[in-house]
C-alpha cells in the first residue's frame, strides 16, 4: 500500500493569500462597480528592462537556427552568466565571490526550500517570525519538526521580530544549526546593518552553525551603509549562503531566474564532528534533480547585468521605492511608525487593530487591497504589509481614498 508522506499533513494549510481572494470577491460580488486597488501581493507589476527583451529575442532566434541551436546547457549555468553575476554582484562590492560558486536557477523559492535536503534531519532551524513561509514548510515536509500548536511548531526555534529590535532578532540563547535571514525583509521591509549582520556570523562560527541569507531584494537597497550581500561580513564565506533571485530585482517572476551563491569554503559536519564542504553537496543535489534554466532566460538574466541592463532595473525599481516612501510618508503623517519603506518595496506597521479586521476596513471603506500581517506568522498579529508594487497613479489613487480611512 502506497502510503503518504505524513509530515505534509502537518503543514499548516497557509489560508492567506486565498483568504484575501475570497474576501476580495465576496467584496467585489457585493459591489460590482468598485475599483479595487491591489497594495497586496509581492508581484511586480512593470515590463521587462528592454535589454532584458532584446535578449530573450536574440537568443531565441539563436535557438532556432541548427548553427546556434543550444540543447542541455551546462549544469550549474552557464559560464557567461556566473561570470557577470561573480562581477556585477559581488567582486565590484569587494565581495570574494568566484564563477564557480554561484549556482544558477529558476528562482530562489526552489532554492531556499531545496537547500534544507543537504541537512541531516535532526538539524536544529532557527526561522524569523513574521517569515516567508517557504523556510519553515520545507523543513515541515522533510521531517524536521513536529505538530504545529497555535501556529508554531515543535522543534523549530522562531526568532520574534517586533518594533523593539526593528524587526532584525539577535542569534538566540538557546542552540541552533541552521539559521534563515532575509534582508531586506519579505514581509517587513527591515534591513539588517553590517554589525548586525556581523553579530551572525560571529555566531555561526562559535557555535558550527549557518546561516541561509535569502538577499532577494538587495537591489532595494539605496543607503550606501546597508550590505548588499552576507560577504561583505568577513569570515562570511565559512558560515554562509546567499540566495538571490531575478524576480523582484529585474521584473523576472515570470521569466524565472536565480541563483546560489555556495563558497568553495563554506562547511557543515559530519556526525564525527569533522568539517565537510557543503559545494560538493549542492553540486551533487542540482546535477540529480535539476536540468538548468532555459538559454533565452539565461541570455536574458545576463542582459540584466550589463550596464545598460543594470540602468534600467535600477530605474524600474527606483519606480517602485518612490512609491513606497509616499505610502511610508503618508502613514507616517497619521502617526503609524512603519518598518521598511526605505531600502524595500514593502512598508509594515502596527495597525492599531487585529490584522483581518484592520484588513477588511481598508477593503470596505477605500478599496484598497493589502495583507494581514498575521498570515506572516504569531508576531504580524496586528500589523498590516502594504506592498509598492502598483503604478505611481494607483498609489496615488489608493492614498487619496486611504486619506479619509485613517
Ligand atoms: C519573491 C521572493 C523570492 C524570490 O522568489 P523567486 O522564486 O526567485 O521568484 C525569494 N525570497 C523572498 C523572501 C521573496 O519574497
Known sequence: MIRVNPNYSKIQANYLFAEVARRVKAYQEENPSAQLIRLGIGDVTRALPAACVEALEKASREMGADATFRGYGPDYGYAFLREAIAEGDFRARGCDVSPDEIFVSDGAKCDTGNIQEIFDLSARVAVPDPVYPVYVDSNVMAGRTGPAADGRYA????????????????????PADVVYLCYPNNPTGAVATKAQLARWVAWARENGALILFDAAYEAFIRDPEIPHSIYEIPGAREVAVEFRSFSKTAGFTGTRCGYCVVPSDCRAFDADGNAVPLQPLWKRRQSTKFNGVSYPVQRAAEAACSPEGRAQCRELIDGYLANARLVTDFLEARGYRCTGGRNSPYVWFDSGMESWAFFDKLLREAGVVTTPGSGFGRAGAGRCRITAFNSRENVERALERLGSVL
Not at 155 to 174: C, T, W
Request: net charge negative.
Open 155 to 174: 522543534g523549530l526555534v522562531y526568532l520574534e521580530g517586533n518594533e523593539e529590535n526593528g524587526y532584525v532578532p539577535e542569534p538566540p540563547q538557546e
